[in-house]
């Protein structure tokens, strides 16, 4: 079964460190999501990334975030200066069609900020 | 402000019961619904889908929508002990992005 992969699964990076997490959604999807999850929170939506633009964003996701989609394969969130308070987990998710299909989340990438 | 509730838990049921897990929205312009479950430490897997008022079945699984209450439930027959996990609800508005409650964390005794 096609899936997406993320890497790294763990980062641990010093605050103020900038830090790339990266993905490659499932090859005939379009729509290209990153979600993070506070430990113990609930899953909450960064931004979506549709045919090579934002196509909507998150109160958190504000000039310290930025995604990228470099080349036909990899799909890439950045985060500058990171804080403290930017440790969770990070989901990737991708779905081929913006209707009605649910997502195909990644496996994550844990993010510590020291 | 779109909101997602649902009952913490734990949610404790035995070995080969139906297990119960609902959810309430607020966004009145919710139109499609979504059940993923999420070991601890893992990301969410996509169990059920559902669009329009009433059930759909799969398996063991049955989600449950009533757009009027703005309700939507999850029942899992013959619960196993794979099935301890938390269960997660979201909604989608024809956006892009998906609402996700926190979560009912479901355990299964042997």
């Known amino acids: 079964e096609p899936e997406v992969t993320q890497t790294p699964s763990h980062q641990v990076t010093q605050m103020g460190q900038e830090v790339i997490l990266r993905c490659v959604p499932i090859s005939n999807h379009l729509y290209f999501y990153w979600y993070r999850q506070i430990l113990g929170q609930k899953v909450e939506f960064l931004v979506s990334?549709?045919?090579?633009?934002?196509?909507?964003k998150s109160e958190i996701f504000d000039d310290q975030f930025s995604v990228e989609r470099p080349d036909g394969s990899n799909f890439t969130l950045k985060i500058r200066s990171t804080k403290l308070e930017d440790s969770a987990m990070y989901f990737c998710?991708?779905?081929?069609?913006?209707?009605?299909?649910?997502?195909?989340f990644g496996s994550g990438t844990r993010l510590t900020v020291v | 402000q779109k909101e997602v509730e649902q009952n913490s838990g734990p949610l404790s049921v035995p070995e080969g019961a139906i297990a119960s897990l609902n959810c309430t929205y607020s966004d009145r312009g919710s139109q499609s619904f979504f059940w993923y479950r999420q070991y601890s430490g893992k990301s969410p897997e996509l169990i059920m889908s559902?669009?329009?008022?009433g059930d759909k079945e799969d398996g063991r699984f049955t989600a449950q929508l009533n757009k009027a209450s703005q309700y939507v439930s999850l029942l899992i027959r013959d619960s196993q002990p794979s099935d301890s996990a938390t269960y997660l609800c979201?909604?989608?508005?024809?956006?892009?992005?998906?609402?996700f409650g926190k979560g009912t964390k479901l355990s299964v005794i042997p």
């Open positions: 559902i669009y329009s008022n």
């Open positions: 998710a991708s779905r081929r069609d913006r209707g009605q299909d649910g997502y195909t």
């Open positions: 979201a909604s989608g508005a024809g956006s892009y992005q998906l609402t």
């Open positions: 990334f549709y045919n090579n633009e934002i196509s909507e």
